[in-house]
């Protein structure tokens, strides 16, 4: 079974500066999917981030960029500029590329404070 | 607006008792999802369903119960076989394909006194 980790249970970091957020994973496949959520104080889960397992470009999204190491199984999130509005709990996701519905498997959360 | 409704928002009930929580998605999606979210512990997986009339247990099933009778509707019931129940519980649904977004329901705190 896929397993995901986030080794960080809380960050800070301070207005306009950049963070990382950690994220390992482990899987027999070669072909997935990794995703990152974002859940404000509202708790609404939102997505922020995906990336495909086969592509060696690393996504970006505006301030959020990922960086993924494929052989080292490693999936990190970074803000850059941090804003007031981006003090969340983070979560990394995994779902294995096939035909069907499967769910996406989640990391317990690095809540990110963001101090002015 | 499209987007996937859950109700109550905060939901209390005594100890022993039954409880099903409702789930309600008008985005077309066939698969639907139940998590559960407790501090520290991320998003477990209690039951999900790629189909109507078919579903399949996640991590953590045991003490929960769930229907597909409708595509739009996923109901979970907690029931008094669940040792554990107070805790947010999270709906999701998505359509067909592994890169497409999972797109989540604001939640419901349920209490259990």
């Known amino acids: 079974a896929q397993t995901v980790t986030q080794s960080q249970p809380e960050m800070s970091v301070q207005e306009a500066e950049t963070v990382t957020l950690s994220c390992t994973y482990d899987t027999s496949e070669s072909d997935y999917y990794l995703f990152w959520y974002k859940q404000p104080p509202s708790r609404q889960m939102i997505l922020v981030i995906r990336?495909?397992?086969?592509?060696?470009q690393n996504a970006t999204e505006n301030r959020f960029s990922v960086n993924f190491q494929k052989a080292a199984k490693s999936f990190s999130l970074k803000i850059s500029d941090s804003q007031l509005g981006d003090a969340a709990m983070y979560f990394c996701?995994?779902?294995?590329?096939?035909?069907?519905?499967?769910?996406?498997?989640f990391g317990k959360g690095t809540r990110l404070s963001v101090i002015a | 607006d499209g987007g996937i409704t859950q109700s109550p928002k905060y939901l209390f009930r005594k100890e022993g008792q039954n409880v099903t929580l409702s789930c309600e998605q008008n985005?077309?999606?066939?698969?639907m999802y139940w998590y559960r979210q407790d501090p520290g512990q991320g998003l477990r997986l209690i039951y999900y369903s790629q189909i109507v009339n078919d579903f399949q247990k996640g991590d953590i099933a045991e003490g929960y119960s769930v229907s597909r009778e409708k595509k739009e509707s996923f109901p979970l019931t907690v029931t008094s076989a669940q040792k554990n129940p107070t805790a947010f519980y999270l709906c999701?649904?998505?359509?067909?394909?592994?890169?497409?977004?999972?797109?989540f329901g604001p939640g419901t705190r349920l209490t259990v006194l």
């Open positions: 999701a649904s998505r359509v067909d394909g592994s890169y497409n977004e999972q797109f």
């Open positions: 985005l077309n999606h066939d698969a």
């Open positions: 990336q495909e397992a086969y592509k060696q």
């Open positions: 996701a995994y779902r294995t590329r096939n035909s069907g519905n499967t769910p996406l498997v």
